[in-house]
């Protein structure tokens, strides 16, 4: 079974360039994460949807990001425009049902770097 | 607000040592707990849960218990292995809370 894709694995743009990053769950889970995860840090939640609900974005920041989760499989994260402190990995992961209960697959992330 | 507190890296440990990292919490309610793995290179697995006090989730022969009295969920292993170096994180949710991780050097 495929395990959560992402794509690009690496972006290097300048700043005040838009980016956007793509990802595709594993087949059958309804919900999907966005994280960030700094150097040397925990991976910090962005957005959670169930299906294409967003039911949770209070930590994305709506200025320059956005989200979408169209037919409630694949998701794309979007920076517009990107800032020099966007520098992070960014990682998508996505399980079936609540975390609770339901073990979280993550993908390999992309490593964004803003010149 | 919820958090997750876990002791600062690196440890570096010689093959065969006992294994502590210590996480410790904060949150309202029942939280679940989480212990990820990040080996070089690769993408964060889950390593164990546990959903409730008292539960202990165990795996590869790591375990931690869910010790609501002290707001900790440690996780230990009896003798490590030099494939055992990676980073660990905490978590908890709902909310999905990562403690900032360690690394573990293990040498042979």
């Known amino acids: 079974e495929a395990g959560v894709v992402q794509s690009p694995r690496y972006k290097i743009i300048e700043k005040k360039q838009p980016v956007a990053f793509w990802c595709n769950p594993i087949s059958g889970h309804n919900t999907l994460y966005w994280y960030l995860q700094n150097l040397g840090q925990g991976p910090e939640l962005l957005i959670r949807y169930e299906n294409e609900e967003a039911v949770d974005d209070s930590q994305l920041p709506k200025d320059r990001f956005s989200a979408e989760r169209l037919k409630g499989v694949d998701s794309t994260l979007k920076i517009q425009p990107a800032e020099l402190g966007d520098s992070a990995v960014y990682l998508c992961a996505s399980s079936l049902g609540r975390v609770n209960y339901n073990e979280q697959f993550f993908g390999p992330g992309t490593r964004l770097t803003v010149l | 607000g919820d958090s997750v507190t876990q002791m600062e890296g690196p440890v570096t440990l010689s093959e065969e040592a006992f294994l502590t990292i210590n996480c410790t919490y904060t949150?309202?309610?029942?939280?679940?707990l989480f212990w990820y793995v990040q080996y070089p290179g690769e993408g964060l697995q889950l390593l164990l849960k546990a959903t409730k006090a008292d539960d202990k989730g165990s795996n590869k022969g790591f375990e931690a218990t869910y010790r609501k009295e002290t707001t900790s969920f440690h996780l230990e292993k009896g003798s490590v292995q030099v494939s055992d170096s990676a980073v660990y994180f905490c978590?908890?949710?709902?909310?999905?809370?990562f403690g900032k991780g360690t690394r573990l050097h293990i040498l042979p």
């Open positions: 949150a309202t309610g029942y939280p679940s």
């Open positions: 978590a908890l949710s709902p909310g999905i809370i």
